[in-house]
């Protein structure tokens, strides 16, 4: 069984700002990972999928790295919109996701 | 346009039953593996069960293997989910989800949600 972890659980940063989110499997996942935005009340959506391709509708500043067991979500620039929890997933395992606060 | 709008949700009783549906549109259902989601209040993503596009590959997580069986009609473009002997644990958001081809298991759309609560 697979397991996902991400780090931090709560990363506080201000307008402009880069933020990196980390999501570190229990077993090589290859490039297999998939990035998910959850703003409150509203259902999940799909952000990066294959670790690095960005999904339709996300602008440039969202951009996904990583193989192996270690990948990264980074958002540049970052908007109060951005405010967000963010999960990685791979096949039937989420992380518990990082909850991004833009003050 | 893609749109996946579950209904069903509801207040149950522990031991109960209930059947949620997802009506799909907007594209070829027949040609995609389909999932549900689900989320417990204040807590985290949880990929409960998908189906393939003729119905031949089913699968669940354990948790609730034996008491949720999904099923689907392509005809009626919708999927559906028969919980039984629900327990307070499965009280959660339930999502449909569709899965990107390629066998990946990413979820590209997500239907609205509905909650289903279980308590007495």
């Known amino acids: 069984e697979i397991v996902l972890t991400q780090s931090p659980a709560t990363l506080s940063l201000s307008p402009g700002e880069r933020a990196t989110l980390s999501c570190r499997a229990s077993?090589?996942?290859?490039?297999?990972l998939a990035w998910y935005q959850q703003k409150p009340g509203q259902a999940p959506k799909f952000l990066i999928f294959?670790?690095?391709n960005r999904a339709t509708g996300f602008p440039a500043r969202f951009s996904g790295s990583g193989s192996g067991t270690d990948f990264r979500l980074t958002i540049s620039r970052l908007e109060p919109e951005d405010s967000a929890l963010y999960y990685c997933?791979?096949?039937?395992?989420f992380g518990q996701g990082t909850k991004l606060e833009i003050k | 346009e893609v749109q996946l709008v579950e209904s069903g949700g509801g207040l149950v009783q522990p031991g109960g039953s209930l059947r949620l549906s997802c009506a799909a549109s907007?594209?070829?259902?027949?040609?995609?593996?389909m999932s549900w989601v689900r989320q417990a209040p204040g807590k985290g993503l949880e990929w409960v069960s998908n189906?393939?596009?003729?119905?031949?590959?089913?699968k669940y997580v354990d948790s609730v293997k034996g008491r949720f069986t999904l099923s689907r009609d392509n005809a009626k473009n919708s999927l559906y989910l028969q919980m039984n002997s629900l327990r307070a644990d499965d009280t959660a958001v339930y999502y449909c989800?569709?899965?990107?081809?390629?066998?990946?298991?990413?979820?590209?759309?997500w239907g609205q949600g509905i909650l289903v609560t279980v308590s007495s």
């Open positions: 189906i393939n596009e003729d119905e031949s590959e089913i």
């Open positions: 907007g594209f070829t259902f027949s040609s995609y593996w």
């Open positions: 294959d670790a690095s």
């Open positions: 077993q090589s996942l290859g490039s297999s």
């Open positions: 997933q791979h096949r039937g395992a």
């Open positions: 989800a569709r899965e990107r081809p390629l066998g990946a298991r990413y979820f590209d759309y």
